[in-house]
């Protein structure tokens, strides 16, 4: 299996991976409405992880720079809340 390969199969299959939280949390949505806002973000992640260079993003800060790069490029999915940036200062 080549580094990519297994670096990709990682972050779809850890325990505390986004993609199992992604997954995990559209299994639990009941009205068609948040289902159809759970498959958005389901395809949003896995465009995000399927794009993802890791001859680039070899560290947490490389994964950073990747998450606010495709951000910026595909904003999330509209039926998502809009909630300000988090500016790394204490949650409430």
């Known amino acids: 299996m ?3 390969v297994h670096q990709l ?3 779809k299959s850890g ?3 986004a993609w199992k939280s992604v997954i995990d949390a559209r ?3 009941r009205t ?3 289902m159809t806002c759970g498959d958005d ?3 949003y992640t896995r465009a995000f992880i399927d794009g993802l260079d890791f001859a680039v993003v070899r560290d947490v800060p490389a994964l950073e720079r990747a998450a606010a790069g495709f951000l910026t490029e595909r904003p999330l999915p509209s039926c998502l ?3 300000p940036a988090w500016d790394r ?3 409430p």
């Open 32 to 34: 068609a409405l948040a």
């Open 41 to 43: 973000l389901v395809d």
């Open 15 to 17: 325990p505390d991976s």
């Open 81 to 83: 809340p809009r909630v």
């Open 9 to 11: 199969a990682l972050m």
């Open 2 to 4: 080549n580094s990519h």
């Open 89 to 91: 200062g204490p949650t």
């Open 27 to 29: 299994q639990t949505l």
